[in-house]
């Protein structure tokens, strides 16, 4: 009932808001002054080939038509041809897209896990040199840029401690698993590759743990606060008073109404996840989506920038609808609400 | 007009001031409570100061230029050089200090044109709430919001063309959305409160009422924001740079010097940690600034 | 005589603040014994609610017992292990808060917060009795449609109701000795009555004692048998409820009495000159001498101690 027409209501939002992006990135790529053609492709190639270009993407169009022709064939998932590789867009997206949702998705679940986890062992341990210890932490990981870590892990890693590997997704001498759903370390497990599943996620930990550090001391900063102040309330003093034991008001009933705030700014950290990827990816030599945006920025590729901030825009909104469900679980203020406005 | 109630109109407008002087006095005293904060606010100040006066600090003021230097490329820190010099012998420390002031520019430049923006969208927004006005903002804040925000400035300075300019354009249009949401919340909950609603009941304008009544009330946390922003734009200016996007050669910029210095470690590894050291530093400083005023402000309000 | 239930000694305790600690309870006694319903009145903010919080070792993290004994049943609630406490709380003891509102978790409905207090006392218990449990002690306070009720969240509920709620946890089972901080006060006049005489006959059915925290001289007048008046800290006069409001002794327990509005009139009530003290830093002997009528240096040199004057009527003041 109230969930569901919450979802709904949620998905359609959604929709708006991603067609406005489109509207977006559409004026940003095609209005922009000057020709992206010939600023893509130099000056030294010659005209005719300039000309067919633009006639392809309906560049001498009006713009109106110009936008209904780029949206329509941007649903059907046909993004045009890249100005640098000359291939389909969409075909370097499938390719390189796996990469990049390999890598944040396991530095999402870390950045939540042990953002959490830290949090509540800050708050529970209050004033102890371990509260102290993470706060500390928490503090250097909010004030740090993402390519801080990555340079320092490259460093350390790179040339002291060669524990774990710090360029690509898999070692040199070893053989990829055959292309399932992309990523190295699900497609190794999908097919009994232990050796290639264990290597590829050494892989994983040093751009992983670059990528997160921002959004985990949030987390644990703001689980922290939130959890301190829960234990204050007068609903957990009651608890108490009517004899559950410290433990299961730790880990349940003062754990879950504190864990609300820090659900809620997941979808941001995300964000903040997906933008430092841009700059991960590049310095660990990560074969992702990312990396490839950015040399098509770099190179004004103006269909694969499209594209891209497109498939980000879509993820990114997915994750945010994601994040609201699952505040609507943890919260039944919110369900009250979503249940009270729509039918 | 008797001479009497002037007086007595000044005597208030003293009392006023007096209590106005005390409140400072005790916020201030509040702050100096909190050693942290302290340590927040001389870091601003030394760098802010550092920024602003590099002409006179910096030991070689001409190393922030395309200065070229051979003989002296690549010291260790120490002696002449405190933090070395890079590969074409310009001086390390001298190129921070002039990075400050790159940075902290750009921080004031982007928060300057996105806070007025967002707030007034804002505050209209969430007076409004509920209608039209308040969807169509919010719809269109959601838009902007709907993309990583490294990722939008990242593809607005690629359509421009890269440099200082356009890498400020483009963060200042990913940032206002930030203020719409957070003075959006605030106003939508303050338009309840009776101050507000005497001023509507006595037939005050609306600019008054989003400007007089309820705007003084989100001060305090637009004023936090903005300090706590100036560290974080500061980090995705130097991330822009880091890429090539923001700040071009040979324009000193930290973000810059930390790409190009990773290319030495780890022999010279001076050419990325002390830039390095010098963005956390400073963001550290806001951070920690932001925090104590945060506290403060808040207590006061209760 | 037996052994009383309840029996606190001297009871200290305080918060630290920013501004130092907060001395707020200054050697507290008083004795209860079973079955009996005691009154626990005084001024907002003289510690009514944190003499709860000692006595049931729930201060808030910046909360500190700093001396004294909480006797119950003759052992000392301060030594005891946070086992043995915990097996306490909800059992033996248990109490009721003042705001409705906040003392249920937000985030679990009626049905598992109680269910979790029967978990906690019964593990044995099957899910099937725990839930009749819950129900029956939904009834017992009168909530209408207890097994809908279960599956509600504390935001559907209006005041009284979760009043009524937090009088069915506190009642999950047989305590020996209810300490309730002024339930009611929170609600409407004519639920605060309902809630009170549903809550007296609980007790009474129960036959269990009870703390009663109230600034209601009324409430206290009608229901209690023995009345404990507080100021800043200390108790200052216990008697039995008759005696008290027939010859109050402390010039406190006067000018509270004083200060009650009557129906049948006789004018504006007076109010009590000066305020509740600074805790941290309370007036020195005698707290309540920067307000007292009779105070002259000479003969209030320090703390007064609480002094039987007769027909179990305690009093801390020099003029006895």
Known sequence: MGMRSFILQRLIQSVVVLLGLSLLIFVLVRVAPGDPVRAALGPRVPQDVVDRMRAEMMLDEPYHIQYIHWITRTLQGDFGNSLMTRRPVAEDIKQFLPATMELALFAGVFMAAFGILLGAASAYRRNSWLDNAIRVLAYTGVVTPAFVFAVLFLLLFGYYWHVFPTAGRLAQDMVAPPTITGMVTVDSLLTGNWRAFVDGLKHLVLPAVALSMAGLSQQARITRASLVDNLQKDFVLAHRTYGLSDRSIMLKYALKPSLIPTVSILGLDFAALLSNAFLVELIFNWPGLSRYGVNAILQKDVNAVAAVVMVLGVTFVTVNILVDIVVAWLDPRIRMRIANQGG | MSSSETAAAHDARALWWAMKRDNWRRMWYRFTRNPLSVVGLVIVLVTGLAAIFADYIAPYPEHAGAFVDFGNAMKPPGGQYLLGTDPVGRDVLSRIIYGYRFSFGMAIVVIALAAPPGVILGLVAGYYRGTRIDSIIMRITDIFLAVPPLVLAMAITAVLTANVFNAMIAVTLMWWPWYTRLVYGLASSLRNEFYVQAAEVMGASKFHILFREILPNCISSILTKMTLDMGFVIIIGSSLSFVGLGAQPPTPDLGTMVADGAKYMPDQWWLTTFPALAIVTVVLGFNLLGDGLRDVLTVEEQ | ?320
């Open chain 3, 1 to 320: 005589m037996s052994q009383p239930l309840l029996e606190v000694r001297d009871l200290s305790a305080g918060y630290r603040v920013y501004k130092g600690f907060l001395r707020v309870l200054d050697g507290v006694s008083l004795t209860v014994r079973r079955g009996e319903k005691i009154g626990l009145v005084g001024e907002s903010g003289c510690g009514k609610t944190t003499t709860m919080r000692a006595i049931l070792g729930v201060l808030p993290s910046n909360g500190r017992v700093t001396g004294g004994q909480v006797l119950f049943e003759g052992r000392d609630l301060r030594q005891a292990s946070p086992r043995e406490l915990q097996r306490l709380r909800g059992r033996k003891l248990t109490a009721i808060f003042q705001n409705p509102g906040a003392a249920l978790n937000p985030v679990f409905t009626v049905g598992q917060q109680l269910d979790a207090v029967l978990r906690a006392h019964h593990p044995g218990m099957p899910a099937r009795e725990r839930r009749q449990r819950a129900i029956e002690a939904l009834a017992s306070v009168r909530l209408p449609d207890p097994e809908r009720l279960l599956n509600n969240y504390p935001v559907q509920l209006s005041g009284g109701m979760k009043q009524r709620v937090c009088i069915a946890l506190a009642l999950l089972s047989d305590a020996d000795l209810i300490i309730a901080d002024e339930p009611g006060t929170a609600l409407d006049v004519t639920i605060e009555d309902q809630v009170m005489r549903l809550f007296m006959r609980l007790v009474e059915e129960r036959q269990s004692a009870t703390i009663f925290i109230t600034h209601s001289l009324g409430v206290v007048r009608q229901w209690m048998d023995r009345v404990y008046v507080m100021y800043a800290g200390s108790i200052v006069e216990a008697a039995p409820t008759q005696e008290l409001f027939r010859n109050p002794l402390h010039p406190y327990t006067q000018a509270l009495l004083k200060a009650v509005p009557k129906l049948t009139g006789g004018g504006i009530p007076k109010g009590i000159e000066g305020r509740v003290p600074d805790y941290a830093d309370p007036p020195a002997g005698c707290r309540f001498h920067p307000r007292c009528p009779f105070y002259s240096p000479d003969r209030c040199p320090a703390r007064p101690a609480l002094v039987d004057v007769g027909n179990d009527h305690l009093v801390a003041c020099y003029q006895y």
